[in-house]
């Protein structure tokens, strides 16, 4: 082959008309959008192809499990953090308020009120105690994402587990503000009104829905193990969230209804309350399901929308000459 020297290039170079072998400024604003939808089109087709040989009910199951232990460690230890970075007044406080938005079914505002207790009076030994049993949702979640894809690991528990735990750090800065858009929707509630009813729905939901993000991506991309790509992530993150706020929603709205929940159950109202809640807590986790196939899903398609971008808008270069 023909050695090319600068002279060369300098020739080859100026022989080429001006913008040849780019793309226009609107053609390629035009190619992302384009690029985008085709990406976004992609997204249901690929999350029903990661289902296929997969019971994503029986997996929800099994994350529920893991879920029904960890969640009342894992709200004693919040309300006990924040408490720290506060004090245990002011959670009393912002807990209280809390209550008052709840509806009298099932005791509602009195669990909330106990869980506010708990955490405020938790001492170091147990936090300690409480880390174990919280930590076991990690476990949960990373056996339950993993089962999506087609890596193998060991000692995927303590994985799970060990990378479940910084998020505890992040707990108070999430839960803070939450209580205080509590305290803002209990205002909201006792003026009443149409504007103030929507209001107190908005704030409800997109606080709920920031609070959630950062532990869903969190969860996604550290506790599941993923190298997902953080514009995926981050549309993934948010979508689940934001799906998520909408049933909380739902389920505040469950317990407000005139309904007989141990009539099933020979008029236990107990054994009934606690088999709605599982069955709550687990079309919570099909939702989080759904919401990392399709994260999974969007990566792989804006990964190979990237790819064929790429190779279309290399520029031409002159056969026999070193394009470097």
């Known amino acids: 082959m023909t050695a090319t020297t600068p002279s060369d290039r300098a ?13 226009p400024r609107e053609d390629a604003g035009r190619g992302r959008r384009q690029g985008l939808r085709s990406a976004l089109r992609g997204v249901v087709p690929g999350v029903r ?15 529920t499990f893991y879920a029904g232990i960890a969640v009342v460690p894992l709200l004693v230890l919040s309300f006990g953090l924040t408490a720290w970075l506060t004090s245990a007044e002011r959670v009393h406080q912002l807990g209280v308020r809390v209550a008052e938005l709840l509806p009298e079914q099932l005791g509602a505002p009195d669990a909330v009120a106990r869980l506010v207790d708990a955490g405020a009076r938790l001492d170091l030994v147990g936090a300690l105690l409480a880390l174990l049993p919280m930590s076991l949702y990690g ?3 990373r056996r339950a994402l993993l089962r999506f894809g087609a890596r193998r690991e060991g000692m995927t528990g303590w ?5 479940a735990l910084p998020l ?9 503000p939450l209580l205080l858009a509590a305290s803002l929707m209990a205002d909201l509630a006792a003026r009443g009104g149409l504007a103030a009813t929507a209001g107190q729905v908005a704030l409800g939901y997109y606080s709920v829905l920031a609070a959630l993000t950062v532990p869903l991506a969190w969860g996604f991309r550290v506790v599941g193990g993923s190298r997902v790509r953080w514009p995926a992530l981050t549309a993934g993150a948010l979508f689940t969230a934001a799906c998520l706020s909408g049933f909380l929603q739902g389920f505040v709205l469950f317990l407000g209804l005139p309904l007989d929940l141990g009539a099933p159950f020979g008029g236990l109202d107990l054994v009934g309350g606690v088999v709605a809640l599982g069955l709550w807590l687990f079309a ?12 999974q899903s969007l ?3 804006l990964a190979r929308h990237s790819a064929r971008g790429q190779a279309v808008g290399r520029p031409p270069v002159e056969p026999g000459l070193d394009p470097g």
Request: aromatic fraction near 4%.
């Open 139 to 141: 476990e949960g979640l």
């Open 284 to 295: 919570l986790h099909v939702v989080v399901l759904c919401g990392w196939l399709a994260t």
């Open 299 to 301: 990566d792989q398609e």
């Open 11 to 23: 020739q080859v170079s100026r022989a080429l008309p001006p913008g040849a072998g780019e793309w």
């Open 159 to 163: 994985r799970g587990r060990l990378a």
């Open 168 to 176: 505890l750090l992040l707990t108070p800065v999430l839960l803070y």
């Open 49 to 63: 192809d990661r289902l296929v040989g997969r019971d994503l009910a029986l997996i929800a199951a099994g994350l």
